[in-house]
Each structure stands twice: as C-alpha cells, then as structure tokens.
T-cell receptor
Framework: NAGVTQTPKFQVLKTGQSMTLQCAQD?????MSWYRQDPGMGLRLIHY???????DQGEVPNGYNVSRSTTEDFPLRLLSAAPSQTSVYFC????????????FGEGSRLTVL | SQELEQSPQSLIVQEGKNLTINCTSS?????LYWYKQKYGEGLIFLMM?????EEKSHEKITAKLDEKKQQSSLHITASQPSHAGIYLC?????????????FGTGTRLTIIP
C-alpha cells in the first residue's frame, strides 16, 4: 500500500519562484493537512481539508495556497518562495478529523535561496 | 512561548534502561497523541489518549494522560536500538480531534549499546 505519497522529496528554489508540492493518498481519507517542521518550532499546521472542495487555514498559512478538487490529492502551492519558507513539509491524512491516527508522508525538504 | 512543552529535549540512554518523556500543555487537553519520527522520515503514530488517567501500552511503550496536570508521559521499558528517534506529542486543544493538532518540538532519543 502506498499510503501518503509526497513529491518531490527535495527541491531547491530561488527567491520569488513558485512551485507546488504534491500530496496523494490512496486510503480514501477525508481529512488531509500540510505541516511544516522547523528546528525548535515543532510541526506547525499550514492548511487542512476535511473533504473535497473544503479547505481551511492552519497556524501559518501566509504564502501558501491549497485546493482539494479530489479526495486523493491535496497540493500545496508556494506562490512566491521566500527564504523563510525553507523547511521540511509533511502531508498527513486520516479517515476523518475525529479519528486519532494521522498518516504522514515521508516529507519534502525545500530550500529557498 | 510553546503551548506544548516536551522534556527532555534530548535523551541518551544505555540499551536496556528505562526512560520517560514528558509532554506538558499550557491549555486544556481534549486529546493527546504520541508519534515517533525516524531521522529524515515521516511520523509514525504510537497511541492516542483521550480521557484523564487513561493509560495505553504498545509493546514496551506505555503512555499516560494526567488531565488535571495537563500532562502526558511516555515510558519505554528496557530500551532497544529500535526505539531511537524523535518522539513528538500532539495535542487536541479544541475537542475537534486531529483537525488542528498542536505539536511539541520533540524529544530526540539516542540508545547506546
């Protein structure tokens, strides 16, 4: 089983460039979310979705866009990359927002120069 | 300041010894989740605690929730090299399940032979 798949695993961008981090899950999960992990800051929620067509902001949404056109996919778009967005990004999903277990992808390491 | 404090930040333990990791919240806890992260990988769900005084075990790992103290502890008995990694606690502070989890900064556990 693939679970939660994130691509790319590594990416280097220049300031001002845009890109999309892809996240796909094959478990028919309703809930999906994006977190970023920074040293000393823990995991911080960027955006989340409780179902197709529904998205909402998390703790640190500025500079990021999301959409959820299908149950399987939840891409994260960086509109104009900044060095402050250098981080490791994790996508997670669960059956619904009330079920305990979040399944995480392996992460995407982004460096913005 | 962090809403979820983990202690210690890092721990070096000899193989076979017991250890405890703590997670303390500055706000009311509706649920507490423990995850483990191997270096450079995603997070693996360990267990979820929802009721005050609840205690759960998985293999040699036991977690307890003290609702009054707004604290959870994770105890590993007879540690093994496979226990090495980063342990993170995640808190539900709104009663909405895992919709908007807040995570601690993690405890890095090293097991030495």
């Amino acid at each position: 089983n693939a679970g939660v798949t994130q691509t790319p695993k590594f990416q280097v961008l220049k300031t001002g460039q845009s890109m999309t981090l892809q996240c796909a899950q094959d478990m028919n999960h309703e809930y999906m979310s994006w977190y970023r992990q920074d040293p000393g800051m823990g995991l911080r929620l960027i955006h989340y979705s409780v179902g197709a067509g529904i998205t909402d902001q998390g703790e640190v949404p500025n500079g990021y866009n999301v959409s959820r056109s299908t149950t399987e996919d939840f891409p994260l778009r960086l509109l104009s990359a900044a060095p402050s967005q250098t981080s490791v990004y994790f996508c997670a999903s669960s059956f619904d927002s009330y079920t305990g277990e979040l399944f995480f992808g392996e992460g995407s390491r982004l460096t913005v120069l | 300041s962090q809403e979820l404090e983990q202690s210690p930040q890092s721990l070096i333990v000899q193989e076979g010894k017991n250890l405890t990791i703590n997670c303390t919240s500055s706000k009311t806890l509706y649920g507490l989740y423990w995850y483990k992260q191997k270096y450079g990988e995603g997070l693996i769900f360990l267990m979820m605690l929802q009721k005050g005084g609840e205690e759960k075990s998985h293999e040699k790992i036991t977690a307890k929730l003290d609702e009054k103290k707004q604290q959870s502890s994770l105890h590993i008995t007879a540690s093994q090299p496979s226990h090495a990694g980063i342990y993170l606690c995640g808190a539900d502070k709104r009663g909405f399940g895992n919709e908007k989890l807040t995570f601690g900064t993690g405890t890095r556990l090293t097991i030495i032979p």
